[in-house]
């Protein structure tokens, strides 16, 4: 860890300062300057975001900012054993993609008819959402797309785990937006250095608005998860005709709002992109479509407020990779892994994310390994 000086609260870096962006280390100072920030923790798969930057843990006093939750409210992790081991399996494994491609819808599409209920409370939240009811309803158990997936791996032990990566969907980047457009229209926000910085106050109208659209998207990022694990697991068992016995799934938010204490102080933490490791839980850091993942147990180091990456991080913009890079290379470097190797998911490939294991190597204080997993099928909206 590094300390970044010259800003009003304290700016701790697990990553080479050198190697940040400099439009993303110009987001770490204003964030770090704002009147009702605590700390920021900086992760080593930080890289530039809009208003908040990927990779980024902010404890405020008082204070929110929706946008350093990002657009995707819960987006996070899931992750289950299998009793599976890589004998059990068949050489060509792509019946078992197609299999969980027909059972999940991906990119924009949604269910026909809802698979699994919504938080209760719909009715509740900001009116600009209202008329979305129904699409939300289709889109719990849906992965989305961008980099977004679910995947077979094999641990150490050639042992089989299911994993996905997606959050709140459409309604969630929906509640985001407005509320975002809300905090900048406030009194306290005038002459921040970047508008997308804005805050809501505690003990406002706008906060409790925001905080019970938060805690709802929230919830339905998760449920979406265990929606998509239960569709997976189905269609994985089909697949290869056979029972299959799973374990307890591992679940992880690394875009959401905490209630934390932190030095003695009650916080609201923004994760943009990072994990909690509080009371050593389990936690996942996965890599790019092809280069696998890991499950660790956190270490609570309080100096991050206990936190610690959400993954690889992109290095590069989607516009760069497609550019840079061919459908040869994305088959080369995915060789071995049962997925897509089309124009449609070429900006997810590997060569577009910082390199997994040098992102673990800087954080060996917040985490420790359980497990090293390796991709064998990837599904990708």
């Given at each position: ?9 304290p ?118 959402v209202?008329q ?34 997606s ?39 706008q ?43 591992i ?30 839980r389990?936690?996942i ?27 690889a ?9 497609k ?53 064998i ?5």
């Amino acid at each position: 860890m590094q300390c970044i000086y010259g800003t009003r609260a304290p700016l701790r870096v697990w990553a080479d300062p050198e190697t940040i962006e400099d439009a993303a280390m110009q987001q770490l100072r204003n964030t770090a300057n704002l009147p009702w920030t605590h700390g920021v923790a900086v992760m080593p798969d930080v890289h530039y975001g809009k208003g908040a930057t990927v990779g980024s843990v902010i404890a405020m006093r008082d204070a929110v900012s929706p946008a350093a939750v990002g657009v995707d409210i819960g987006c996070g992790m899931a992750a289950v054993q299998t009793n599976l081991t890589a004998s059990d399996l068949p050489d060509d494994l792509g019946k078992v993609r197609s299999a969980i491609e027909a059972a999940v819808p991906v990119g924009f599409n949604s269910h026909d008819v809802a698979v699994a209920a919504m938080p209760p409370g719909f009715n509740e939240l900001h009116d600009g959402v209202s008329q979305l009811e129904s699409k939300a309803q289709k889109q719990i158990g849906t992965l989305g797309g961008g980099n977004h997936f679910i995947e077979l791996t094999l641990d150490e032990n050639d042992r089989v785990w299911l994993m996905l990566h997606s959050g709140s969907r459409n309604i969630g980047k929906s509640l985001a937006e407005l509320h975002i457009k809300i905090a900048q229209k406030l009194p306290q926000n005038l002459g921040l250095p970047d508008r997308d910085l804005s805050v809501f106050l505690a003990e406002t109208p706008q906060m409790a608005a925001y905080r019970r659209d938060l805690w709802w998207a929230q919830d339905y990022a998760r449920r979406n998860r265990a929606a998509m694990l239960t569709l997976s697991q189905g269609a994985v068992g089909s697949a290869l005709g056979r029972p299959i016995v799973w374990g307890e799934p591992i679940q992880c938010h690394h875009n959401y709002v905490s209630e934390e204490t932190h030095d003695g102080l009650d916080l609201l933490v923004t994760r943009k992109g990072a994990i909690s490791t509080a009371e050593g839980r389990l936690g996942i850091i996965p890599g790019s479509m092809g280069t696998g993942s890991y499950i660790v147990k956190g270490k609570a180091n309080p100096a991050s407020f206990n936190s610690a990456s959400h993954g690889a991080g992109r290095r590069m913009s989607r516009t760069k990779a497609k550019k840079q890079f061919s459908i040869a290379d994305l088959q080369a470097q995915t060789e071995g892994v049962e997925c897509r190797t089309d124009e449609g998911v070429l900006d997810e490939i590997p060569a577009a994310y910082k390199n997994l294991e040098e992102v673990m190597a800087q954080q060996t204080d917040l985490v420790d390994v359980v497990h090293r997993l390796r991709t064998i099928v990837c599904v990708k909206g």
